[in-house]
Nanobody
């Protein structure tokens, strides 16, 4: 089992940057693909980014491509998401999640495949 805690959220002006971090407990962090999801007010939670277990594969939702990057450090049990050129439309609660079923360079963007979730961190982008 793994426990996840996000940090790094906050209030930023449009065009600014934030770096979200997700810290995982447990000794098997490298056994999980790690995803970031977000939920805006009144909307369903949606996929944002994912990184495979070995860090070799990543994917992003179209709306953040070229602005967000994702990275992981399996020695520190952390996964980070750098968010640049933020827009008001990026305002949401951001969650990190862990997928145990992923292998090697594979990943999924499907929410229900993720077994473990953090409590979320609020990101607010003002116009």
């Amino acid at each position: 089992q793994v426990q996840l805690v996000e940090s790094g959220g906050g209030l930023v002006e449009a065009g600014g940057s934030l770096r979200l971090s997700c810290a995982a407990s447990g000794r098997t962090f490298s056994g999980y693909a790690m995803g970031w999801f977000r939920q805006a007010p009144g909307k369903e939670r949606e996929f944002v980014a994912v990184i495979s277990r070995n860090g070799y594969s990543t994917a992003f939702t179209d709306s953040v491509k070229g602005r967000f990057t994702i990275s992981r450090d399996n020695t520190k049990n952390t996964v980070d998401m750098q968010m640049n050129s933020l827009k008001p439309g990026d305002t949401a609660v951001y969650y990190c999640a862990a997928d145990r079923a992923a292998t090697g360079s594979s990943y999924t963007t499907v929410q229900h495949r993720y077994e473990y979730w953090g409590p979320g961190t609020q990101v607010t982008v003002s116009a």
